[in-house]
């Protein structure tokens, strides 16, 4: 059933049901397929693939009816496999697994994190949703006023806010493969087509080709990312320059910037007001489990 899988404990769109003996009831009919512990959706924003699919009562509704038309179609994530699984499946203890394939720092995050997080006074009360210390903090560093930075949830959930702030459905966005595929999968989720512009021989942008798509495809947005992965490339000023000139919103993921040597663009952003530089704690600081990412841009565009 598309990219969400009804057995699923980590899809965003099915909650467990407390109701576990009673059907899903729409008038005149009793519809919901599933049984016993399994999950059921139980609301979506959307009721009209359900009303196309109910048509008068005459046909059954399933648990796809509920799932927008275009996420049924998409093909389903691959997600890495976590230490346990590989544990056993290799029948080896984790500790003895070298795990390269989420470019996950190997040497964890430093004592000092360790311990402030196993010091939280209130881990039982929501934090701050404005997160003002972090971005205090944040801003003293990077020299930028804390209005420029948003905080989020590692980068797959800024890359998706910034879509879903940005693309109508049917919007474009540029990606320049090979790269991260977040980008690609999040704009198919989005409802949103994407204009490939592969990188040369050498992994660097493709400027002019990116020029010509931006020109004929007038897509919103292009995520670029440096140094990239796979192959480290960096985005040297002038061809990034160059992109910024274009009627185009730049998000510019810098995930690895630290391991780089060179200094990041987050300054930038006071100069071009359609870029956005994304950072992340989870390669630098080894703090995958918290997820912690922020992103810098232009005041306007921080909600
Ligand atoms: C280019 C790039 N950006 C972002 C991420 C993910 O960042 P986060 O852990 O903050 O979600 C990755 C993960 O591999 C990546 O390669």
Known sequence: MGVIETSSSSSLCLLKSNFSSHPFVVPNRTVCPFQGNQRRVIAMSSTLPVEQQVNEGQRRL???SFIRSHLRK???????????????????KPEDIVKIDANENPYGPPPEVREALGQLKFPYIYPDPESRRLRAALAKDSGLESDHILVGCGADELIDLI????????????????TFTMYEFDAAVNGAAVVKVPRKS????????IADAVEREKPKCIFLTSPNNPDGSIINDENLLKILEMPILVVLDEAYTEFSG??????WVKKHDNLIVLRTFSKRAGM???????LFTDSYMVI
């Open 288 to 294: 995958v489990i918290l997820a912690c990412v922020f």
């Open 163 to 178: 879509m879903r702030c940005v693309l109508d459905p049917g919007d474009k966005i540029v990606d320049c493969p090979p």
């Open 74 to 92: 998409l093909k389903p994530y691959q997600p890495i496999l976590p230490f346990e699984v590989l544990s056993i499946q290799l029948g080896r």
């Open 62 to 64: 399933t648990g796809d």
């Open 262 to 267: 060179l200094e990041s663009r987050m300054k």
């Open 202 to 209: 050498d992994f660097s942008l493709n400027v002019e080709l």
